[in-house]
C-alpha cells in the first residue's frame, strides 16, 4: 500500500510540474512602454518624475517603470521640458535574446556593433534620425544592460549621457 501510495504521489508531482508553463521574465515587456521617453516629446507629459540635477538649461530627471514581474529605472534629459534623450537601465533578469530581436524586429539590423570580451553594443542610426544603444553582456547567460536613444537635433553643448559613461568597449 505504501509503494502504492508513493507512486501515486510521484505521479502526480510530475504530471503537475511537466505540465507547467514558464515565461521568461520580460515575456510581458514590450517597446511600447518606452515610447513616451523618446526624444522630441515633452517632459510634461510624463508623470512620478523625480528632479536628479538642473544645469545650464537641462535637466535630468529619474522614473521608474514598474510591472508585475520587473522594475527599472529610466533616465532621462530635458532641454526647455523637450526630452533629449533617455537611459534605461534594465533588468539583469530580462533576456538578451528576446530584447535584442525585438529591438532588430523593431529597428532593423543594427548599424554598427562592437564586442570586446563578453559584453558587446549594438548601435542603430535610424531614417528619423535618432540613434538607438543597446548593450548586453553574456556569462553564464546573455542579459541586457541597458538601452538609450539619443535625439538628432541637440544643441552642440549637449553632452549625451552615454557619452558620459564609461562603458570600455
Avoid at 502504492?4 to 511537466?18: A, D
Amino acid at each position: 500500500m505504501k509503494l502504492i501510495s508513493y507512486f501515486l504521489i510521484f505521479f502526480f508531482i510530475n504530471v503537475f510540474i511537466s505540465y507547467a508553463k514558464v515565461d521568461a521574465y520580460n515575456y510581458n515587456f514590450n517597446l511600447d512602454q518606452l515610447k513616451n521617453f523618446y526624444p522630441g516629446n515633452r517632459i510634461s507629459d510624463i508623470k512620478d518624475l523625480v528632479l536628479l540635477t538642473k544645469r545650464d538649461g537641462y535637466s535630468l530627471f529619474r522614473t521608474e517603470i514598474v510591472y508585475n514581474r520587473y522594475k527599472f529605472f529610466v533616465y532621462i534629459q530635458t532641454n526647455q521640458d523637450v526630452i533629449v534623450e533617455f537611459f534605461a537601465r534594465l533588468p539583469s533578469y530580462f533576456l538578451h535574446d528576446l530584447f535584442h530581436q525585438a529591438l532588430i524586429n523593431r529597428l532593423g539590423k543594427q548599424t554598427s556593433y562592437i564586442k570586446k570580451e563578453s559584453a558587446a553594443l549594438y548601435i542603430w542610426k535610424t531614417a528619423d534620425g535618432l540613434t538607438h544603444y543597446y548593450q548586453g553582456s553574456c556569462t553564464i547567460n546573455c542579459f541586457p544592460e541597458f538601452y538609450a536613444v539619443v535625439g538628432k537635433d541637440y544643441p552642440a553643448d549637449f553632452i549625451p549621457f552615454v557619452d558620459k559613461m564609461d562603458f570600455n568597449l
